[in-house]
T-cell receptor
């Protein structure tokens, strides 16, 4: 069974630009979450989607947005990039949302560098 | 709110030494607890989990017991190997269908095992 696939693996963007990251979950998984990982802040929750609906959102500005498609694939978008947005963005899928026995399965992440 | 506090690193051990990484949590309900491991350049991999009090999760020689009375989930391994060098994250899932599937992660503990 294929794991969580994130594309692209690396991105270099300039301040003010926007970027879209893509995530394909494990087949059959309907919940997709996004996390930002930085050395200073660790893993911070961005948002979670289940059946195309955003169920939960972390404490990030409105420049960060996401969506989920009917096939469970998800994208996240960051507009008006700032230097502080440089991070590893991790996507994770799980079989069920809010289930005790539903761990997150992570992709290898997209490394975004903003210059 | 829900949170995880994890032992600060980095930790350096000699091969075959005993490993303990401390993790304590704060939760309002009955969470599930997890340990994840991250190797350089990769996403997080599930190492083990426990879904209720007194459960013991185990995998690849690692163990952790869900202690409700001390709100702890310490990771242990009797004899570490060089290949165990990685960053370890303790995580909590509040569970319950109304809360989505947001996980709370500790700050990570970097482990280096020297031959």
């Amino acid at each position: 069974k294929a794991g969580v696939t994130q594309t692209p693996r690396y991105l270099i963007k300039t301040r003010g630009q926007q970027v879209t990251l893509s995530c394909s979950p494990i087949s059959g998984h309907r919940s997709v979450s996004w996390y930002q990982q930085t050395p200073g802040q660790g893993l911070q929750f961005l948002f979670e989607y289940f059946s195309e609906t955003q169920r939960n959102k972390g404490n990030f500005p409105g420049r960060f947005s996401g969506r989920q498609f009917s096939n469970s694939r998800s994208e996240m978008n960051v507009s008006t990039l700032e230097l502080g947005d440089s991070a590893l963005y991790l996507c994770a899928s799980s079989l069920k949302a809010g289930s005790y026995n539903s761990p997150l399965h992570f992709g290898n992440g997209t490394r975004l560098t903003v210059t | 709110g829900d949170s995880v506090t994890q032992m600060e690193g980095p930790v350096t051990l000699s091969e075959e030494a005993f490993l303990t990484i401390n993790c304590t949590y704060t939760a309002t309900g009955y969470p599930s607890l997890f340990w994840y491991v991250q190797y350089p350049g990769e996403g997080l991999q599930l190492l083990l989990k426990a879904t209720k009090a007194d459960d013991k999760g185990s995998n690849k020689g690692f163990e952790a017991t869900y202690r409700k009375e001390t709100t702890s989930f310490h990771l242990e391994k009797g004899s570490v190997q060089v290949s165990d060098s990685a960053v370890y994250f303790c995580a909590l899932s509040p569970g319950g269908s109304n809360t989505g599937n947001q996980f709370y992660f500790g700050t990570g503990t970097s482990l280096t095992v020297i031959p």
